[in-house]
């Protein structure tokens, strides 16, 4: 190395994710750099050029090297800036021919713009070079030379260098990617909160479960050799920079090579990736093999189920369990994910005793549904997901079952980190189901829950043998506190959240519906991917047609005569409305030779079951049926298809229910009339509120009716008051509670029913 006397010193600024900065001020100054205070998302450091260079090969947790050229306080105007970059003499940092390009951060009042503010900072590097009597440099925004940074907040500019180039946790091994993979240095601070390089050095064991794409196991390897993590890349921003010392970085970099030649071969920790997933394990195969560390690793099919001790471990053997499980950052992941946590917890425990287990997740009650507690927890942050690094020591017998009406765990160490990635590519495919042996023990809630399925599965028994229905409710927030509503479609479980007020607990609703989906899959005797569940709240306008996801995971169901395709995943509601069963039931009896009209038809359900009709006398003649949704109308011709109905005969019409009566001129012997409670459609030219529309609704639709025909009336606002015009115009009867079979009864007004019809036709 350079004599110690003419060592200059130089001031960097390191920048990491948010939250890192503590890990990284420690990190660095194991590296020969002197750390003069920690900011948010980086660290104020000073250092030689060797520390610098040995900072962009060596850190793990470092998104970039800066060197710093300037920092200036009152930094408001863009001539201000202009002329803070024009006063840095550029001749000795750009050399003649080489491109730059300028990365802007920040703001003020008078620069909002980042590309305003790195095009201010570039004009002034510009004007200083030709003040100078040098050319004008050309800009490269993808590929420069020389990479310029300046930060701007609150008055205070950092301009400089980027010494990095490239973000250093871009290791260059990665060419194989999960389905959200984790990223580099994060995975390396996750491993350094673990102890890992200590244990490592113990030679102890490293798995990881749910390895994705291998990043926690390649990262956890190169520390394990001590190889540097930036050891394969070709280049980096300080090559292009008028004052590298190319001498001093081959030297430094020979020195890293020989280093990692050596940890090799001496390693003595052993590491194992698993997941279930092939494409995951042949990705963590071929991203290790670029790494330079395949032997180091033992990637093999495993689900979490199957997790258990590698067999050339001995048995006296110690390690860490780290991985990085799916979150459920939508409410539909969730009923596969609390068996996949329970499991892991309950492998983990049985398997591994003696061992850690550092688990990272963004759902900290999905982490308790491991059964076991956290020592220690970190923060850190997932991108923008508030993620908990949990350290848990595996003794044998102290593990803890969830409480669904206790406050979370005692307060414990939180420690800031933050994540920006997620290992999931086989993640979401590692679908283990839970078994008596291998789940935290219920708590008293979520036992009375299952206790409350398993009553009301008898109590319907003998009524679903006797009518073959294979759609129905089992549950509609039978416990207040449990507030959800679980329909049966055959072997699948659809589940509705109602949405909590803000008097409930956030954490204890969530804890509870957690509960709920441990039970669900095992008294109901299905896996926990057929279980599918969604959040119910008032809908208005396009949201009720909305998807919730995009799945076309559609199935068919059988409801009397018909067959009707279903849609548990993709939509709020499901394509079928089970409370109206015995309704579709009456039409179908009542509809044989009349000519039948559906308003506001959805998915034409009953349409299907008119057209249909009973197996003696047949169906409707012919029908129309009118919706404003071409999502459902398409729906409604698939159904129409399933069942063989002749399309020329059933039709069906995209409109304003209210500007298609107006405009009809035909008649029609069996009407039905089911509007929604409330839409603001902008296809409609009005809103629609039933209690106060449905007269209205009701007029027209009669002026459709032909004399001697019924128009079946319908509407779920609970607390509908019908209009008593109506009934002095028209024969009404109420047949609402005709219309619920067992597995409704519990909910008297859950919907509205009647039959309308000419008084001259009961006279």
């Known amino acids: ?53 040995r900072a962009c090969l060596w850190s793990r947790l470092a998104n970039r090297i800066i060197l710093c050229l300037a920092r200036e306080e009152g930094i408001e105007s863009p001539a201000q800036l202009k002329a803070c970059a024009e006063a840095i003499d550029w001749r000795a940092h750009l050399a003649p021919g080489k491109t730059l390009a300028v990365d802007f951060h920040g703001q003020s009042e008078a620069i909002r713009h980042t590309r305003f503010g790195a095009q201010t900072v570039k004009d ?21 030379d020389l990479r310029l940074y300046a930060h701007l907040h609150r008055g205070r500019l950092t301009l400089g260098i980027d010494l990095s180039g490239d973000s250093l946790h871009r290791r260059g091994y990665r060419r194989e990617l999960g389905h959200a993979p984790l990223k580099e240095n994060l995975a390396a601070a996750l491993l350094v909160r673990a102890d890992w390089p200590a244990r490592a050095k113990a030679g102890e064991a490293l798995i990881d479960p749910l390895c994705g794409s291998g990043t926690l196991v390649i990262e956890g390897a190169l520390m394990a050799a001590d190889v540097a993590p930036n050891l ?3 280049r980096f921003g300080f090559h292009g920079w008028a004052g590298h010392d190319a001498a001093l970085w081959q030297e430094l970099k020979r020195e890293a090579e020989a280093r990692a030649s050596l940890g090799r071969k001496r390693c003595k920790a052993k590491l194992y990736g698993r997941d279930q997933s092939p494409q995951a394990i042949s990705a963590a195969r071929a991203n290790a093999m670029r790494a330079g560390i395949p032997a180091l ?45 329970a499991t892991l917890g309950a492998r983990a425990q049985s398997q591994f005793p003696g061992w850690r287990l550092a688990l990272l997740t963004g759902n900290p009650e999905l982490g308790h549904r491991t059964g076991l507690r956290a020592g220690k927890q970190y923060a850190f ?48 495919s590692n679908k283990a189901a839970t078994n008596a042996t291998e789940r935290p023990a219920r708590s008293e809630g979520a036992q009375m829950f299952a206790n409350r399925l398993q009553k009301n599965r008898k109590r319907l028994k003998s009524w679903l043998k006797r009518s073959g229905e294979s759609c129905y409710r089992l549950y509609d927030a039978d416990m207040p506190e449990y507030a959800l509503a679980i329909d049966v479609y055959g072997d699948r479980v659809h589940v509705q959240e109602y949405a909590p007020p803000k008097s409930v607990n956030a ?46 995971e559609r199935f068919q169901v059988r409801e009397g005569r018909a067959q009707l395709w279903v849609n548990l995943r993709d939509y709020l509601d499901t394509g079928l409305f ?20 559906n308003l506001f038809c959805y998915t034409a359900t009953a349409t299907v079951q008119a057209a249909l009709g009973t197996q003696t006398e047949g169906g409707a003649s012919d029908s129309v049926s009118v919706d404003l949704s071409n999502t459902y109308l398409e729906w409604a011709r698939e159904n129409f298809a399933l069942n063989r109905l002749d399309p020329s005969r059933h039709r069906v019409v995209r409109d304003d229910c209210l500007r298609w009566l107006e405009t009809a001129g035909s008649e029609f012997d069996l009407i039905f009339l089911d509007p929604p409670t409330f839409s603001n459609s902008k296809k409609m030219e009005a809103t629609l509120d039933i209690q106060r529309d449905h007269g209205r609704l009701v007029e027209l639709a009669m002026a459709r009716l032909a004399p001697g025909g019924t128009l079946v009336f319908s509407n779920n606002q609970r607390r509908f008051v019908l209009d008593e015009a109506l009934t002095t115009r028209f024969a009404v009867e109420d047949i609402s509670a005709k219309t619920f079979d067992p597995d409704f009864n519990r909910r008297p007004d859950l919907h509205h029913c009647f039959l309308i019809r000419h008084r001259d036709d009961t006279a």
Do not use: W
């Not at 060592?7 to 003069?36: D, N, Q, R």
């Not at 510009?126 to 590929?143: H, K, M, T």
């Not at 923008?384 to 949990?390: N, V, Y």
């Open 1 to 53: 190395m350079k004599d110690q006397q003419a060592i200059e010193t130089f001031t960097l600024f390191a920048t990491c994710p948010k939250g890192m900065e503590l890990l990284l001020a420690e990190e660095l100054a194991g590296l020969g750099m002197v750390v003069s205070k920690t900011t948010v998302a980086g660290v104020h450091v000073t250092g030689p050029l060797e520390a610098a260079y």
């Open 124 to 144: 002034g590097v510009v004007d200083a070079l030709r003040r100078d009597g040098c050319e004008r440099p050309s800009v490269d925004p993808r590929d420069p």
């Open 232 to 234: 394969l890349r070709e």
């Open 297 to 341: 690793i033992d990637f093999q099919g495993a689900s979490v189920k199957q997790l258990t001790r590698p067999a050339d471990l001995p048995a006296e053997a110690s390690g860490l369990l780290i991985t990085n499980p799916p979150y459920g950052e939508r409410i539909g992941e969730l009923p596969e994910l609390v068996p996949l946590y």
């Open 381 to 428: 942050k997932n991108g923008p997901l508030d993620c908990k690094l949990l350290l848990i020591e595996l003794n044998q017998g102290e593990a803890s079952a969830p409480s669904s009406d206790q406050a979370a765990p005692a307060k414990r160490r939180a420690v800031a980190g933050q994540p920006c990635g997620d290992e999931q590519t086989g993640n979401a």
């Open 507 to 552: 954490h204890q609703a969530q804890r509870r519906l957690l509960d709920a989906l441990g039970v669900i899959p095992e008294v109901l005797e299905v896996s926990p991917e057929h279980v599918y569940i969604k959040q119910r709240e008032r809908q208005s306008g396009k949201a009720q047609y909305q998807k919730h996801a995009a799945s076309g």
């Open 578 to 597: 089970l409370d109206h069963r015995p309704v579709r039931r009456m039409l179908a009896e009542m509809a044989p030779g009349t000519r039948f009209l």
